[in-house]
């Protein structure tokens, strides 16, 4: 049973580009969270998804970020216009179906973005 | 106040040592507990995952949640220079509000 896959791994975008970052969850996991690291920060909490919905956004910026988890395919999180503020790693996680146990999580890991 | 609050450290211990590591927290609603290792570079990994109050054991990690006090720890018994990485506490109230808040982690290190 494979983890949970993130690709890029690194990712180099300059001042203004788009960035977009992947994630696979485990294999009959529906819910996925990404999370940003900043360094010296801890863990930070951006959205939480469930196949082809939103289900708590609350830590996502309000401007220029977006994520979705298609029906099919991995999930996606897209940073437009990125700023050197950007740079960090972001992390993505998922649970398992059941609702008793959603908070089990279970991390990818990561992909290291530097906007230069 | 913040959420969860976690000392740094470092933590230096020699080989064998029991480490204890704690979080406190403010928010009474959380329900779930955890506490995630994590290398260098690498992305956080689940060690221990505790509903409500009580004591969880696996091998030599012990978790411990005191709802009252709203005060949890994880022990490490005989510890080995391979535990030698960011421990990561993290909590969640559950359901729709299922995303973990975590501390800043304790970095610890085991010498041999």
């Known amino acids: 049973n494979a983890g949970v896959m993130q690709n890029p791994r690194h990712l180099v975008r300059r001042r203004g580009q788009e960035a977009r970052l992947r994630c696979s969850p485990m294999k009959g996991h529906s819910h996925v969270y990404w999370y940003r690291q900043l360094p010296e920060e801890g863990l930070k909490f951006m959205v939480y998804l469930q196949k082809e919905n939103i289900i708590d956004e609350s830590g996502m910026p309000k401007e220029r970020f977006s994520a979705e988890f298609p029906k099919e395919g991995p999930s996606i999180l897209r940073i437009q216009q990125v700023v050197r503020g950007d740079s960090a790693a972001y992390f993505c996680?998922?649970?398992?179906?059941?609702?008793?146990?959603?908070?089990?999580?279970?991390f990818g890991q990561g992909t290291r973005l530097t906007v230069v | 106040q913040k959420e969860v609050e976690q000392d740094p450290g470092p933590l230096s211990v020699p080989e064998g040592a029991i480490v204890s590591l704690n979080c406190t927290y403010s928010?009474?609603?959380?329900?779930?507990f955890m506490w995630y290792r994590q290398y260098s570079r690498k992305g956080p990994e689940l060690l221990m995952y505790?509903?409500?109050?009580g004591n969880k054991e696996d091998g030599r990690f012990t978790a411990q949640v005191d709802k009252s006090s709203k005060y949890i720890s994880l022990f490490i018994r005989d510890s080995q220079p391979s535990d030698s990485a960011t421990y990561l506490c993290?909590?969640?109230?559950?359901?729709?509000?299922?995303?973990?808040?975590f501390g800043k982690g304790t970095k610890l290190s085991v010498k041999p």
């Open positions: 996680a998922s649970s398992p179906t059941r609702t008793e146990t959603n908070t089990e999580a279970f």
């Open positions: 993290a909590m969640s109230r559950g359901g729709s509000q299922g995303n973990l808040i």
């Open positions: 505790t509903y409500s109050s």
């Open positions: 928010n009474s609603a959380f329900q779930y």
